[in-house]
């Protein structure tokens, strides 16, 4: 069949990350331009953050959208409100991009576990939806605030509920080691063919080595830093 000489249209990815801003969260970052390199065209949904105030930049070739964030939650009605408005905002762009932009497939970062509704809400719209699967959710909430804080089994059923609806939307799960591979396969009942370790690395090209300078280990064997 001959060439009709048009270009192949790229491959295209929306990533939503509500944790940190981008550029600023590292491997998110790192994915980004990493995708990009390989050919992808890649835009992404993040919080405002110091430094990031911009609705919209173009970052190097990514379309990088941000949207207003509620103050940090305590307690269940503040994280009702601060997930809710984050879900909204994500929606809302996520809906502007595929409009602009248009993509494939949605790369959801938790926390928190509720991007699933937008995967959702695209999936009539045979949009893919991969899981990059940062936080224990469950195990953080009991983490940070205990198993007395008021509501606190209540809430970590509904987080355990998010994380096995998060797993079962998701097409592909990528996980940050290999433990928590484990969750994804037994928690989360995923195919363990659909689950793939990526680990978080530091760009090479911007690391420069140092000649040892032992006056920090102040005559000891080994130092340990932080």
Known sequence: MPSTGER??????????????????????????TLRAAGYQVSIISPFG?????????????????????????GAIGYLLEYGNA???????????ARRHGF?????CNPPDLIFLVGLFFKPFRKHFLFDHHDLNPELYAAKFG????????????????????????T???ATNES???VAIERG???PEKVFVVRSGPDLRKIRLMPPDNKWRNGRAYLVGM
């Open 147 to 170: 198993d007395n804080a008021v509501g606190g089994r209540i809430i970590q059923q509904v987080l355990l509920w998010c994380e096995r609806i998060t797993f079962a939307v998701a």
């Open 104 to 108: 494939d497939v949605i790369h959801a």
């Open 8 to 33: 192949p249209r790229p491959r295209r990815v929306l990533i939503i990350v509500e944790n940190l801003p981008v550029p600023f969260d590292r491997r998110v970052w790192l994915e980004a331009t």
């Open 180 to 182: 928590y591979r484990r």
């Open 172 to 174: 592909i799960t990528i």
């Open 189 to 191: 009942h995923k195919n």
């Open 87 to 97: 879900i909204f905002h994500e929606l809302r762009l996520s809906i502007k991009i």
């Open 50 to 74: 110091q430094d990031a105030t911009a609705p919209y930049e173009n970052i190097d070739g990514i379309h990088v959208y941000r949207h207003a964030v509620l103050h940090e939650a305590h």
